[in-house]
């Protein structure tokens, strides 16, 4: 297929928010690529933030990293563990993002006096971004989510871009898939359309027919009801797709590959169909599903309250849990709520212990009671990125005897600088896109346990931070029993360390859960989940 006959599918959601865009959009290319066509997904988010770099995530859930560095929403994330195919800075495109651009272009001079419109101007920087993936030939489908709902004023200039779009491509080439609730009111014991009905009708109103309705419900859809939408919303009947609600996220590519979702996308793209090939997809299910083993993993960490700030590490889990063939109970633990009282109380019981990424001091020293109490008690522990930085602190304070040890984030006054702010960070005065962020290179220790684990020399893993293990103390540290085991070849930059006389003790100043899909589950988590049912065995 030539450059020139890239498909286009356009992913609209109406009536309620969090009806799960991303996850029908990352299902359906995930039927399209088993059926051998090279897919891609966007998310274009309205929001007017650059990225959610900045945002805190009980506003906005996890802040997604791409190989290339960019902040982007957590629904890439979804798109590669499905996909198994690394994004970049061009899937995710941000209102914020668009108009900074189009005014750095008026600022240049290059729209010749004219004056600056959001049509042409802006719509033509959107449409300009969503042939971009298209345009280098590399996809024969680019689906393209476009957040929030229809009739959000924010969405708008999103919307007319797809209108213009549709007529430019043509009916064969572009289609919109439009996502929306079939409410059940329980006191009349019925399902209603009507909420669809208005949604579909706001997206007229803005010029958009939607080709095919997926119908997210909590109950089986009658054909009446299938009936009443395809006469009330002007679509064929058997596009009408219901999308039920599932016991998980990776069920959905079957169900509604069984409704038929696949098939009515590729008639009306003109493409072949064939039969989708997802053995290995069905064999991960089948593990994830009917588990031989069951451990508890503690997750402690300051936003545990909202399961979507961590989101990359709990689907890590249950990549790496079907691997080896194991049921993970992940037990969440707010950091506050942890002190030298409870710590027994808390942890005992667990087989492993993540301590999570984050920011600031608030809870730090919860994380870093429960480090010492995992290192003293021979529980598998896996510290990523602040988790990782916590551990440091922890042993010398508790090890080394360095009292009062900290990190200049928390305590710029404190005596002992052991994790400090990187020396190409100390002039940055932005607070957004500046950070040590993306693929970075690690040489392993032979020997190691993560050298063991990755089964190679060189590793590259996404980093998304700004302080660092501060070298000064690296000797002392080392001499009593944690070891650096990984660093950057270029700067030095300590990446991993262990502690030698411990099962398993492994602190990652990246972040390994980003790159974890269905298809390669990380190494690292897989050895954590390992090491954690050998310790069940054992204990």
């Not at 997904?41 to 997604?64: A, F, M, S, V």
């Not at 510290?383 to 602190?393: F, W």
């Amino acid at each position: 297929m030539t450059q020139q006959n890239t498909k286009y599918i356009f992913v609209t959601g109406g009536v309620s928010s969090s009806l799960g865009k991303g996850i029908i959009a990352a299902s359906l290319a995930k039927l399209l690529q088993a059926q051998g066509y090279r897919v891609t997904i966007q998310k274009l988010d309205p929001y007017i933030n650059i990225d959610p770099g900045t945002l805190n995530p009980y506003e906005h859930g996890e802040c997604y990293v791409t190989d290339d560095g960019a902040e982007t929403d957590l629904d890439l994330g979804h798109y590669e563990r499905f996909l198994n195919v690394p994004t970049s800075q061009a899937n995710n495109i941000t209102t914020g993002r668009i108009y900074q651009s189009v005014i750095d272009k008026e600022r240049r001079g290059e729209f010749l006096g004219k004056t600056v419109q959001v049509i042409p101007h802006i719509t033509d920087e959107i449409k300009e971004r969503v042939k971009l993936l298209g345009d280098k030939g590399d996809y024969d489908i680019v689906i393209t989510e476009i957040g929030g709902t229809v009739g959000d004023i924010e969405s708008l200039p999103y919307i007319e871009s797809v209108r213009q779009l549709k007529w430019e491509m043509g009916n064969n080439n572009a289609l919109v898939v439009h996502l929306t609730l079939i409410p059940y009111l329980s006191a009349a014991g019925e399902l209603k359309t009507k909420p669809t009905q208005h949604s579909v009708k706001t997206l007229m109103e803005s010029g958009v027919q939607a080709d095919i309705l997926v119908c997210r419900t909590e109950h089986e859809l009658g054909s009446s009801i299938r009936t009443k939408l395809a006469r009330f919303c002007n679509v064929k009947e058997n596009c009408v797709i219901q999308s039920i609600d599932a016991s998980t996220i990776y069920d959905v590519p079957n169900l509604i590959l069984e409704e038929g979702l696949d098939k009515v996308v590729l008639d009306q793209l003109q493409l072949k169909r064939h039969q989708p090939d997802l053995e290995f997809w069905n064999i991960f299910l089948e593990k994830h599903k009917n588990p031989v083993h069951e451990i508890n993993i503690g997750l402690i960490g300051k936003y545990v309250e909202l399961q979507d700030s961590y989101k990359s590490i709990l689907e890590a889990f249950i990549h790496a849990g079907a691997a080896n063939e194991v049921k993970v109970n992940v037990k969440s633990i707010h950091s506050e709520h942890i002190d030298l009282s409870n710590t027994k109380e808390l942890l005992s019981n667990l087989d492993g212990v993540l301590v999570a990424p984050g920011f600031g001091e608030r809870g730090i020293e919860g994380k870093i009671e429960a480090i010492r109490y995992v290192r003293e008690h021979k529980i598998p522990f896996f510290g990523i990125c602040l988790g990782m930085q916590m551990a440091v602190i922890e042993f010398s304070r508790n090890v080394v005897g360095l009292k009062g040890a900290n990190s200049s984030e928390m305590d710029a006054d404190c005596p002992y600088h052991v994790i400090d702010l990187m020396e190409d960070q100390k002039q940055v005065e932005n607070k957004g896109g500046t950070m040590r962020l993306g693929a970075w290179d690690c040489i392993l220790l032979e020997g190691s346990a993560a050298h063991s684990v990755y089964k190679k020399k060189t590793i590259s893993e996404r980093h998304r931070h700004r302080y660092e293990f501060n070298e000064n103390y690296k000797t002392q540290i080392e001499s009593n029993g944690m070891i650096a085991t990984g660093v950057n070849p270029n700067t030095g930059l300590v990446e991993i360390v262990e502690i030698e006389d411990h099962p398993w003790f492994v602190g990652v100043q990246y972040h390994p859960e980003y790159k974890s899909t269905v298809a390669n589950p990380h190494p690292l988590f897989k050895a954590f989940i390992k090491a954690a049912l050998d310790y069940q065995k054992n204990n």
